[in-house]
Protein backbone atom coordinates (compact mmCIF):
# COMPACT_ATOMS: atom_id res chain seq x y z
CA UNK A 1 0.00 0.00 0.00
CA UNK A 2 1.18 3.22 -1.04
CA UNK A 3 1.96 5.99 2.11
CA UNK A 4 1.09 9.80 2.07
CA UNK A 5 3.43 12.35 0.05
CA UNK A 6 2.39 16.19 -0.57
CA UNK A 7 2.83 17.48 -4.03
CA UNK A 8 3.52 20.79 -5.21
CA UNK A 9 0.98 23.62 -5.04
CA UNK A 10 -1.30 23.80 -7.71
CA UNK A 11 -3.98 25.94 -9.79
CA UNK A 12 -7.22 26.35 -7.79
CA UNK A 13 -10.30 26.67 -9.74
CA UNK A 14 -9.87 30.67 -10.29
CA UNK A 15 -6.49 30.41 -11.37
CA UNK A 16 -4.94 31.64 -8.54
CA UNK A 17 -2.62 28.83 -6.43
CA UNK A 18 -4.12 26.55 -4.01
CA UNK A 19 -1.66 24.55 -1.59
CA UNK A 20 -2.95 20.92 -1.30
CA UNK A 21 -4.54 20.63 2.19
CA UNK A 22 -4.65 16.82 1.48
CA UNK A 23 -1.58 14.71 1.04
CA UNK A 24 -2.53 10.54 -0.87
CA UNK A 25 -4.84 8.71 0.65
CA UNK A 26 -2.79 6.45 2.93
CA UNK A 27 -4.34 3.09 2.55
CA UNK A 28 -3.21 0.61 5.53
CA UNK A 29 -2.38 -2.63 4.69
CA UNK A 30 -2.33 -3.98 7.96
CA UNK A 31 -6.28 -3.59 7.57
CA UNK A 32 -6.40 -6.85 5.73
CA UNK A 33 -4.97 -8.59 8.35
CA UNK A 34 -7.21 -7.81 11.04
CA UNK A 35 -10.45 -8.05 8.75
CA UNK A 36 -12.76 -11.16 10.04
CA UNK A 37 -11.04 -14.37 9.72
CA UNK A 38 -12.68 -16.22 6.58
CA UNK A 39 -13.52 -13.35 5.03
CA UNK A 40 -14.17 -13.87 1.22
CA UNK A 41 -14.62 -10.31 -0.13
CA UNK A 42 -12.26 -6.97 0.09
CA UNK A 43 -12.90 -4.56 2.70
CA UNK A 44 -15.08 -1.94 0.91
CA UNK A 45 -13.23 0.71 -0.67
CA UNK A 46 -9.58 -0.97 -0.75
CA UNK A 47 -8.24 -0.79 -4.03
CA UNK A 48 -6.49 -3.51 -6.29
CA UNK A 49 -2.84 -3.21 -5.30
CA UNK A 50 -2.09 -3.06 -9.20
CA UNK A 51 -4.76 0.41 -8.77
CA UNK A 52 -3.36 4.29 -8.82
CA UNK A 53 -4.71 5.74 -6.20
CA UNK A 54 -5.80 9.25 -6.38
CA UNK A 55 -4.58 11.72 -3.90
CA UNK A 56 -6.96 14.13 -2.17
CA UNK A 57 -6.53 17.86 -2.43
CA UNK A 58 -8.78 20.52 -1.16
CA UNK A 59 -8.24 23.90 -3.37
CA UNK A 60 -8.62 27.22 -2.76
CA UNK A 61 -11.77 29.00 -4.37
CA UNK A 62 -13.70 31.62 -3.47
CA UNK A 63 -17.73 31.88 -2.78
CA UNK A 64 -18.47 34.51 -4.91
CA UNK A 65 -16.65 31.94 -7.82
CA UNK A 66 -18.98 29.34 -7.07
CA UNK A 67 -21.68 28.15 -9.58
CA UNK A 68 -24.67 29.22 -8.17
CA UNK A 69 -24.02 30.64 -5.04
CA UNK A 70 -25.48 34.16 -5.36
CA UNK A 71 -28.68 32.87 -6.36
CA UNK A 72 -29.10 29.85 -3.49
CA UNK A 73 -31.93 30.42 -1.04
CA UNK A 74 -29.05 30.52 2.03
CA UNK A 75 -32.22 30.23 4.36
CA UNK A 76 -33.53 26.78 3.10
CA UNK A 77 -30.16 25.69 4.68
CA UNK A 78 -30.32 27.56 7.57
CA UNK A 79 -32.12 24.96 10.07
CA UNK A 80 -29.38 22.35 8.74
CA UNK A 81 -26.75 24.46 9.60
CA UNK A 82 -27.72 25.16 12.96
CA UNK A 83 -28.37 21.57 13.64
CA UNK A 84 -24.90 20.39 12.65
CA UNK A 85 -23.70 23.76 15.19
CA UNK A 86 -25.95 21.61 18.11
CA UNK A 87 -24.35 18.29 17.09
CA UNK A 88 -21.59 17.27 19.92
CA UNK A 89 -19.80 15.42 16.46
CA UNK A 90 -18.73 18.78 14.94
CA UNK A 91 -15.00 19.40 15.39
CA UNK A 92 -13.84 22.27 17.83
CA UNK A 93 -12.87 24.67 14.90
CA UNK A 94 -16.32 25.38 14.39
CA UNK A 95 -17.52 27.04 17.92
CA UNK A 96 -16.78 30.44 16.90
CA UNK A 97 -18.52 30.35 13.89
CA UNK A 98 -21.88 28.44 15.55
CA UNK A 99 -21.75 30.93 18.25
CA UNK A 100 -22.52 33.61 15.57
CA UNK A 101 -24.53 31.91 13.58
CA UNK A 102 -26.98 30.76 16.37
CA UNK A 103 -27.24 34.51 17.78
CA UNK A 104 -28.95 35.65 14.07
CA UNK A 105 -32.65 35.65 13.31
CA UNK A 106 -33.97 32.93 11.60
CA UNK A 107 -35.45 35.07 8.87
CA UNK A 108 -32.38 37.13 8.46
CA UNK A 109 -31.69 35.33 5.27
CA UNK A 110 -29.35 38.53 4.21
CA UNK A 111 -27.20 38.52 7.62
CA UNK A 112 -26.89 34.70 7.52
CA UNK A 113 -25.29 35.39 3.85
CA UNK A 114 -22.93 38.06 5.62
CA UNK A 115 -22.26 35.57 7.79
CA UNK A 116 -20.76 32.83 6.27
CA UNK A 117 -19.25 35.10 3.28
CA UNK A 118 -16.89 36.89 6.33
CA UNK A 119 -16.56 33.81 8.06
CA UNK A 120 -15.99 30.84 6.04
CA UNK A 121 -13.71 30.04 3.20
CA UNK A 122 -14.58 27.56 0.02
CA UNK A 123 -12.74 24.64 -0.77
CA UNK A 124 -12.85 22.76 -3.63
CA UNK A 125 -12.69 19.40 -3.60
CA UNK A 126 -10.45 17.18 -5.98
CA UNK A 127 -8.73 14.59 -6.72
CA UNK A 128 -5.58 13.83 -8.58
CA UNK A 129 -4.38 10.09 -10.46
CA UNK A 130 -1.05 9.62 -11.26
CA UNK A 131 -0.51 7.75 -14.64
CA UNK A 132 3.07 7.15 -16.30
CA UNK A 133 2.32 10.72 -18.15
CA UNK A 134 0.94 13.04 -15.92
CA UNK A 135 -1.50 13.50 -12.60
CA UNK A 136 -5.00 13.38 -13.76
CA UNK A 137 -7.34 16.03 -12.30
CA UNK A 138 -10.93 15.71 -11.36
CA UNK A 139 -13.26 17.77 -9.89
CA UNK A 140 -16.62 15.60 -10.49
CA UNK A 141 -17.54 12.55 -8.97
CA UNK A 142 -21.31 10.78 -8.22
CA UNK A 143 -23.89 12.19 -6.57
CA UNK A 144 -27.11 10.35 -5.99
CA UNK A 145 -30.39 10.11 -3.69
CA UNK A 146 -32.00 8.73 -0.80
CA UNK A 147 -35.13 8.85 1.11
CA UNK A 148 -37.20 7.88 4.01
CA UNK A 149 -40.19 5.32 2.83
CA UNK A 150 -43.09 4.55 4.07
CA UNK A 151 -44.07 0.71 4.20
CA UNK A 152 -47.05 -0.50 6.00
CA UNK A 153 -46.88 -3.58 9.06
CA UNK A 154 -48.01 -5.18 11.92
CA UNK A 155 -46.33 -6.09 15.18
CA UNK A 156 -47.76 -9.53 14.31
CA UNK A 157 -47.06 -11.96 11.63
CA UNK A 158 -50.28 -12.81 9.43
CA UNK A 159 -51.93 -12.01 6.48
CA UNK A 160 -50.18 -10.20 4.51
CA UNK A 161 -47.55 -9.01 6.66
CA UNK A 162 -44.46 -12.00 6.18
CA UNK A 163 -41.68 -9.71 6.02
CA UNK A 164 -40.10 -9.28 9.19
CA UNK A 165 -37.52 -6.17 10.36
CA UNK A 166 -35.40 -7.15 12.38
CA UNK A 167 -33.04 -5.43 15.73
CA UNK A 168 -29.70 -6.26 16.23
CA UNK A 169 -28.86 -9.53 17.19
CA UNK A 170 -27.70 -10.42 20.53
CA UNK A 171 -24.23 -12.10 19.42
CA UNK A 172 -23.32 -9.22 16.45
CA UNK A 173 -19.61 -7.85 17.71
CA UNK A 174 -18.59 -4.79 16.53
CA UNK A 175 -15.34 -4.29 17.07
CA UNK A 176 -13.29 -0.91 16.87
CA UNK A 177 -9.97 -1.01 15.46
CA UNK A 178 -8.81 2.02 16.49
CA UNK A 179 -8.89 1.57 19.97
CA UNK A 180 -6.72 -1.20 19.53
CA UNK A 181 -4.78 0.43 16.51
CA UNK A 182 -4.27 4.00 16.85
CA UNK A 183 -3.54 3.85 12.78
CA UNK A 184 -6.75 2.56 12.35
CA UNK A 185 -8.63 5.10 13.69
CA UNK A 186 -12.55 5.05 12.26
CA UNK A 187 -12.20 1.24 10.96
CA UNK A 188 -14.59 -1.26 12.53
CA UNK A 189 -15.58 -4.92 11.70
CA UNK A 190 -18.50 -6.73 12.83
CA UNK A 191 -19.25 -10.61 12.94
CA UNK A 192 -19.39 -13.52 16.10
CA UNK A 193 -18.13 -15.48 18.35
CA UNK A 194 -17.04 -18.98 17.77
CA UNK A 195 -14.83 -20.11 19.83
CA UNK A 196 -12.49 -17.55 21.19
CA UNK A 197 -12.41 -16.26 17.57
CA UNK A 198 -14.64 -13.44 16.02
CA UNK A 199 -15.83 -14.87 12.44
CA UNK A 200 -17.47 -13.15 10.11
CA UNK A 201 -21.37 -12.31 10.83
CA UNK A 202 -24.24 -14.61 7.72
CA UNK A 203 -24.56 -12.52 5.01
CA UNK A 204 -27.99 -12.14 3.75
CA UNK A 205 -28.73 -15.73 1.41
CA UNK A 206 -27.81 -17.35 5.19
CA UNK A 207 -29.98 -15.15 7.15
CA UNK A 208 -33.20 -15.09 4.60
CA UNK A 209 -34.60 -18.16 6.31
CA UNK A 210 -35.16 -15.83 9.61
CA UNK A 211 -33.71 -18.53 11.81
CA UNK A 212 -31.19 -17.27 13.25
CA UNK A 213 -32.64 -14.05 13.28
CA UNK A 214 -35.41 -15.58 15.38
CA UNK A 215 -36.77 -13.52 18.39
CA UNK A 216 -35.26 -9.77 16.83
CA UNK A 217 -38.40 -9.20 14.82
CA UNK A 218 -39.31 -5.77 15.44
CA UNK A 219 -42.18 -5.10 12.78
CA UNK A 220 -43.46 -7.57 9.81
CA UNK A 221 -44.69 -5.71 6.63
CA UNK A 222 -46.57 -6.66 3.31
CA UNK A 223 -43.87 -6.16 0.82
CA UNK A 224 -40.67 -8.16 0.59
CA UNK A 225 -39.24 -5.64 -2.22
CA UNK A 226 -39.96 -2.95 0.30
CA UNK A 227 -38.21 -4.17 2.72
CA UNK A 228 -35.07 -4.61 1.13
CA UNK A 229 -35.27 -1.04 -0.44
CA UNK A 230 -36.17 0.54 3.41
CA UNK A 231 -32.45 -1.14 4.15
CA UNK A 232 -30.89 0.09 1.59
CA UNK A 233 -32.17 3.66 2.47
CA UNK A 234 -30.76 2.80 6.22
CA UNK A 235 -34.08 4.08 7.94
CA UNK A 236 -37.79 4.33 7.11
CA UNK A 237 -41.43 4.59 8.63
CA UNK A 238 -44.20 2.00 9.00
CA UNK A 239 -47.96 2.80 9.22
CA UNK A 240 -49.43 0.17 11.49
CA UNK A 241 -52.54 -1.81 11.40
CA UNK A 242 -54.06 -0.04 14.63
CA UNK A 243 -53.17 3.40 12.57
CA UNK A 244 -50.19 4.66 14.44
CA UNK A 245 -46.84 5.06 12.55
CA UNK A 246 -43.51 4.56 14.12
CA UNK A 247 -39.95 4.96 12.37
CA UNK A 248 -37.81 2.07 12.60
CA UNK A 249 -33.70 3.71 12.73
CA UNK A 250 -30.27 2.56 11.33
CA UNK A 251 -28.63 0.38 14.29
CA UNK A 252 -26.61 -1.74 13.21
CA UNK A 253 -24.99 -4.20 9.77
CA UNK A 254 -24.15 -7.85 9.55
CA UNK A 255 -20.71 -6.42 8.43
CA UNK A 256 -20.60 -7.86 5.01
CA UNK A 257 -20.07 -5.50 2.03
CA UNK A 258 -22.69 -3.72 0.25
CA UNK A 259 -23.79 -4.71 -3.31
CA UNK A 260 -25.72 -3.31 -6.01
CA UNK A 261 -28.27 -5.67 -7.39
CA UNK A 262 -28.89 -2.97 -10.39
CA UNK A 263 -25.64 -4.05 -11.29
CA UNK A 264 -26.32 -8.35 -10.64
CA UNK A 265 -29.00 -7.58 -13.19
CA UNK A 266 -26.95 -5.42 -15.83
CA UNK A 267 -24.57 -8.31 -15.78
CA UNK A 268 -27.42 -10.46 -16.39
CA UNK A 269 -28.70 -8.74 -18.86
CA UNK A 270 -32.08 -7.96 -17.65
CA UNK A 271 -31.58 -4.41 -18.20
CA UNK A 272 -29.22 -1.54 -19.04
CA UNK A 273 -26.96 0.51 -16.87
CA UNK A 274 -28.98 3.56 -18.22
CA UNK A 275 -32.25 1.65 -17.15
CA UNK A 276 -31.01 0.67 -13.39
CA UNK A 277 -32.59 3.28 -11.55
CA UNK A 278 -35.06 2.16 -7.79
CA UNK A 279 -38.37 2.41 -9.73
CA UNK A 280 -37.07 0.20 -12.74
CA UNK A 281 -35.56 -2.18 -10.21
CA UNK A 282 -38.47 -2.44 -7.90
CA UNK A 283 -40.82 -2.73 -11.17
CA UNK A 284 -39.00 -5.80 -12.31
CA UNK A 285 -38.61 -7.54 -8.61
CA UNK A 286 -42.17 -7.34 -8.65
CA UNK A 287 -42.81 -8.74 -11.73
CA UNK A 288 -40.47 -11.86 -11.32
CA UNK A 289 -41.81 -12.72 -7.76
CA UNK A 290 -40.06 -16.11 -8.19
CA UNK A 291 -36.63 -14.06 -8.21
CA UNK A 292 -36.63 -11.80 -5.89
CA UNK A 293 -34.94 -13.78 -2.96
CA UNK A 294 -32.29 -14.70 -5.58
CA UNK A 295 -31.41 -11.04 -6.11
CA UNK A 296 -31.87 -10.01 -3.15
CA UNK A 297 -29.28 -12.26 -2.17
CA UNK A 298 -26.71 -10.62 -4.23
CA UNK A 299 -26.25 -7.76 -1.70
CA UNK A 300 -24.86 -9.54 1.22
CA UNK A 301 -25.27 -6.91 3.56
CA UNK A 302 -28.06 -6.72 6.05
CA UNK A 303 -29.28 -3.22 8.20
CA UNK A 304 -30.84 -4.11 11.63
CA UNK A 305 -32.81 -1.35 12.74
CA UNK A 306 -34.26 0.31 15.93
CA UNK A 307 -37.54 1.30 16.73
CA UNK A 308 -37.97 5.17 17.28
CA UNK A 309 -41.45 7.22 18.32
CA UNK A 310 -42.48 10.02 16.18
CA UNK A 311 -43.62 12.73 17.56
CA UNK A 312 -42.71 15.10 14.87
CA UNK A 313 -43.60 13.75 11.25
CA UNK A 314 -42.35 17.08 9.88
CA UNK A 315 -39.15 15.74 11.14
CA UNK A 316 -36.50 13.96 9.24
CA UNK A 317 -34.74 10.44 10.66
CA UNK A 318 -31.44 11.21 12.81
CA UNK A 319 -28.21 10.78 10.36
CA UNK A 320 -24.45 9.80 11.52
CA UNK A 321 -24.14 13.55 12.95
CA UNK A 322 -26.83 12.41 15.81
CA UNK A 323 -29.17 15.43 14.49
CA UNK A 324 -32.06 15.00 11.69
CA UNK A 325 -31.83 15.14 8.46
CA UNK A 326 -33.02 18.36 6.00
CA UNK A 327 -35.15 17.20 2.60
CA UNK A 328 -32.77 18.97 -0.13
CA UNK A 329 -30.00 19.70 2.69
CA UNK A 330 -28.44 17.00 4.32
CA UNK A 331 -26.17 15.12 2.28
CA UNK A 332 -24.54 11.67 2.89
CA UNK A 333 -20.74 11.52 2.71
CA UNK A 334 -17.87 9.24 3.42
CA UNK A 335 -16.38 10.50 6.71
CA UNK A 336 -12.90 8.80 6.04
CA UNK A 337 -12.73 11.75 3.22
CA UNK A 338 -14.63 14.72 4.55
CA UNK A 339 -15.47 15.92 7.58
CA UNK A 340 -18.84 15.13 9.34
CA UNK A 341 -21.24 17.77 10.16
CA UNK A 342 -19.14 20.43 7.74
CA UNK A 343 -21.19 22.85 5.08
CA UNK A 344 -20.55 21.85 1.44
CA UNK A 345 -21.78 23.29 -2.11
CA UNK A 346 -22.90 20.99 -4.37
CA UNK A 347 -23.20 21.46 -7.69
CA UNK A 348 -25.05 18.82 -10.15
CA UNK A 349 -28.71 18.12 -12.02
CA UNK A 350 -31.89 17.36 -10.52
CA UNK A 351 -32.85 13.81 -11.94
CA UNK A 352 -36.72 14.47 -12.91
CA UNK A 353 -36.41 17.69 -14.64
CA UNK A 354 -32.40 18.36 -15.55
CA UNK A 355 -32.25 21.55 -14.07
CA UNK A 356 -29.17 22.43 -12.18
CA UNK A 357 -28.95 21.73 -8.30
CA UNK A 358 -26.70 24.30 -7.32
CA UNK A 359 -26.84 24.49 -3.15
CA UNK A 360 -24.81 24.79 0.12
CA UNK A 361 -25.60 21.71 1.66
CA UNK A 362 -24.51 19.73 5.36
CA UNK A 363 -22.65 16.78 5.76
CA UNK A 364 -24.63 14.79 8.29
CA UNK A 365 -24.64 11.31 7.32
CA UNK A 366 -22.64 8.17 5.58
CA UNK A 367 -23.52 5.36 3.88
CA UNK A 368 -22.41 1.73 3.02
CA UNK A 369 -22.27 3.09 -1.00
CA UNK A 370 -20.58 6.11 -0.40
CA UNK A 371 -17.27 6.26 -0.73
CA UNK A 372 -14.65 8.24 -1.83
CA UNK A 373 -14.44 12.15 -1.70
CA UNK A 374 -15.85 12.83 -4.70
CA UNK A 375 -19.21 11.55 -3.69
CA UNK A 376 -22.48 12.19 -1.81
CA UNK A 377 -25.88 10.67 -1.47
CA UNK A 378 -28.44 14.01 -1.28
CA UNK A 379 -31.16 13.25 1.23
CA UNK A 380 -34.96 14.37 -0.54
CA UNK A 381 -37.08 13.24 2.44
CA UNK A 382 -40.06 11.51 2.68
CA UNK A 383 -43.04 13.42 1.17
CA UNK A 384 -44.67 12.51 -2.47
CA UNK A 385 -41.91 12.58 -4.97
CA UNK A 386 -39.04 11.82 -2.62
CA UNK A 387 -38.71 8.02 -3.51
CA UNK A 388 -39.01 8.67 -7.50
CA UNK A 389 -36.86 11.75 -7.55
CA UNK A 390 -33.66 9.96 -5.14
CA UNK A 391 -34.48 6.35 -7.26
CA UNK A 392 -33.61 7.71 -10.43
CA UNK A 393 -30.99 10.48 -8.75
CA UNK A 394 -27.11 9.13 -10.68
CA UNK A 395 -25.46 12.23 -11.59
CA UNK A 396 -22.19 13.52 -11.89
CA UNK A 397 -21.37 16.64 -9.65
CA UNK A 398 -18.93 19.04 -8.28
CA UNK A 399 -18.36 19.64 -4.59
CA UNK A 400 -16.57 22.60 -2.22
CA UNK A 401 -16.07 22.17 1.34
CA UNK A 402 -16.73 25.36 3.07
CA UNK A 403 -14.54 25.56 6.67
CA UNK A 404 -13.49 28.38 8.76
CA UNK A 405 -11.25 31.18 7.07
CA UNK A 406 -8.54 31.00 9.93
CA UNK A 407 -8.64 27.06 10.34
CA UNK A 408 -7.34 24.51 8.27
CA UNK A 409 -9.53 21.77 6.86
CA UNK A 410 -8.75 18.29 8.55
CA UNK A 411 -6.89 15.23 6.83
CA UNK A 412 -8.70 11.97 6.07
CA UNK A 413 -8.62 9.96 8.88
CA UNK A 414 -8.42 6.95 6.00
CA UNK A 415 -8.17 6.27 2.45
CA UNK A 416 -10.97 5.11 0.17
CA UNK A 417 -11.80 5.25 -3.76
CA UNK A 418 -15.32 6.14 -4.75
CA UNK A 419 -17.37 3.38 -6.04
Same mark, same amino acid.
Given at each position: ?117 SRLRAWQVVTYTNTPRHAVRSDTGLITGYYEPMLNGSRKKGGKFQTPLYAVPDDLVSVELGEVYPALQGARVRGRLQGRRIVPYPERAQLSDGRVLAGKEILWV ?96 ? $? *? /???? +??? =? ?7 ? &????? @? ?28 ? $? *? /???? +??? =? ?7 ? &????? @? ?24
Amino acid at each position: MKAGTTRAATRGVNGNVATPVITRYAVLAMLGSLLLAGCRTAPQGEAPATEALPELRYEAATLAALPGWQTDAIGEAWPALLASCRSTGLAPAWRGFCDQASALPASDNTAQRQLIESRLRAWQVVTYTNTPRHAVRSDTGLITGYYEPMLNGSRKKGGKFQTPLYAVPDDLVSVELGEVYPALQGARVRGRLQGRRIVPYPERAQLSDGRVLAGKEILWVDSAIDAFFMQIQGSGRVRLDNGSTVRLAFADVNGRPYRAIGRYLVDKGEMTVEQATAPALHDWLLAHPERQQEVFNQNPSVVFFREEKLPNPNEGPK $G *A /LGVP +LTP =GRSVAIDPR &ALPLG @APLFLSTTHPVTATPVRRLVLAQDTGGAIR $G *A /LRAD +LFW =GWEAGAGDA &AGRMR @AQGSLWLLWPADQTPPAPVAATTAH
